[in-house]
């Protein structure tokens, strides 16, 4: 079963726009970590965020956890089209910290 | 230094034939993870590996399924009796310990016929 649950499902936007996505989970985690695969394939890491974080940034990426609420947001500013991909948030659970998915926010960002 | 490296990239076999998918960790990486993605959903757990051992395998979806990793590095996942349903993108990870960044390799694209 899967544990975070991405929303929405698909978002189409103009490149320059910001992209909203929100992931929801279940169960006490010990972090949260966001994905971007182009293709099917090939699976990067954006970034982590602790359980005992609550916003983290990267470049044109920001990363909000709310562990009350068991959800996160991520953020990506000024879209590019390149921006284009499915984004999954995972979250380690227990001591071998294996991740958990969900299944992904197709982002489209028309040029 | 170089990421995560899985081969072969694409695998194509008849039902019924046994497969072998290696994965490369990033070199140092102690901890090692496999999970399997079907068309449309995210990926899903198999096994974990920390060192030579598989700590915990309880993603394996029967006993046709076994993976290991000889000398603590490379890993390969072994699948006997291939069935259609077993069709999927294997991802391998690996990352310095368990709490860190996992780091994917490119998968191995399996279809079986």
């Known amino acids: 079963s899967q544990q975070g649950e991405e929303d929405p499902q698909a978002l189409s936007i103009q490149e320059g726009e910001n992209a909203t996505m929100n992931c929801s989970y279940k169960?006490?985690?010990?972090?949260l970590q966001w994905y971007r695969q182009n293709s099917g394939r090939g699976l990067v890491h954006l970034i982590l965020i602790r359980s005992n974080e609550r916003e983290k940034h990267s470049g044109r990426l920001r990363v909000t956890l709310d562990t009350s609420k068991k959800s996160s947001s991520l953020l990506i500013t000024a879209s590019r089209a390149a921006d284009t991909a499915s984004y999954f948030c995972?979250?380690?659970?227990?001591?071998?910290?294996?991740?958990?998915f969900g299944k992904g926010t197709l982002l489209t960002v028309n040029p | 230094g170089a990421g995560v490296s899985q081969t072969p990239s694409n695998k194509v076999t008849e039902k019924g034939k046994y497969v072998e998918l290696r994965c490369d960790p990033i070199?140092?990486?102690?901890?090692l993870y496999w999970y399997r993605q079907s068309l449309g959903q995210g990926p899903e757990f198999l096994i974990y590996?920390?060192?030579?051992?598989?700590?915990?395998d309880s993603g394996l979806p029967n006993d046709r399924f076994f993976a290991v990793r000889p000398e603590g590095s490379v890993s390969t996942l072994k699948i006997q009796r291939t069935e259609r349903g077993d069709s999927a993108v294997y991802l391998c990870a690996s990352s310095f310990q368990p709490a860190d960044t996992q780091y994917f390799g490119p998968g191995t694209r399996l279809t079986v016929l």
């Open positions: 995972a979250t380690a659970l227990g001591s071998n910290y294996k991740l958990t």
């Open positions: 070199s140092g990486h102690t901890a």
């Open positions: 590996f920390q060192g030579t051992g598989a700590a915990d």
């Open positions: 169960t006490s985690i010990n972090n």
